[in-house]
Structure formats: structure tokens, C-alpha cells
Nanobody, 115 residues
Framework: GQPVESGGGLVQAGGSLRLSCVAA????????MGWYRQAAGKERELVAR???????NYEDSVKGRFTISRDNRKNTVFLQMNNLKPEDTAVYYC??????????WGQGTQVTVSS
């Protein structure tokens, strides 16, 4: 199946957004889950990941600003994004890490940060 991402929008620089992703499937509670993003004309990149034990890792440019979390009862992974910058503008997706093992890419959710 496909994860369903939501929570994106248009925000001014310095603002915040909270993304949600519901990924149906029995694998979810034991899977390493990640948030990826793809800006126009660029490759998709992993920005944050969380293990089943809730250990987290972040790409350098988002450290200290983004926080990933999960709720296994609801098969949901979250991305709290604070102090957003124009360079955070992208379509955000969730998937396992590595991607493509259990889910196909969802529609993503657009995040646009104005300067």
C-alpha cells in the first residue's frame, strides 16, 4: 500500500508545521520509518528516521529544527518542523528506511516556506 502524508502548507520563514503519515501494514511497528523530501529539480533525500525503539537520526541541515516521532498504535509517524527556512521547501514523503521495501511512494505533502 501507500502511506498517506498530510499537514503540509504555506508558511513564512521561521514558522512551524507538523506533518503526519499513516502507513497501514503489520510491518509498521517494527520498521525503521523515515521522512524524505524532494525539492524541485533535486533528488529525493532522507531528512529524518526513527527506529522501532524510537532512536532518531537527522540530516545535518535539519538538526535542532525537526523532530521525528511515531505512534505505533495508530501506524503513524510525525515530523515536527520548527524554524522553517525557504530551503526546506519540498514535497515530503514517508517510507521505511531503506525505502521501497514494503510500501510504494504516497502522494506526499507539499511544504512551501516563503522568505
Amino acid at each position: 500500500g501507500q502511506p498517506v502524508e498530510s499537514g503540509g502548507g504555506l508558511v513564512q520563514a521561521g514558522g512551524s508545521l507538523r506533518l503526519s503519515c499513516v502507513a497501514a501494514g503489520s510491518i509498521f511497528p517494527v520498521a525503521v520509518m523515515g521522512w524524505y523530501r524532494q525539492a524541485a529539480g533535486k533528488e529525493r533525500e532522507l531528512v529524518a528516521r526513527i527506529t522501532a525503539g524510537e532512536n532518531t537520526n537527522y540530516e545535518d541541515s535539519v538538526k535542532g529544527r525537526f523532530t521525528i516521532s511515531r505512534d505505533n498504535r495508530k501506524n503513524t509517524v510525525f515530523l515536527q518542523m520548527n524554524n522553517l527556512k525557504p530551503e526546506d521547501t519540498a514535497v515530503y514523503y514517508c517510507d521505511t528506511v531503506p525505502y521501497g521495501r514494503y510500501f510504494s511512494w504516497g502522494q506526499g505533502t507539499q511544504v512551501t516556506v516563503s522568505s
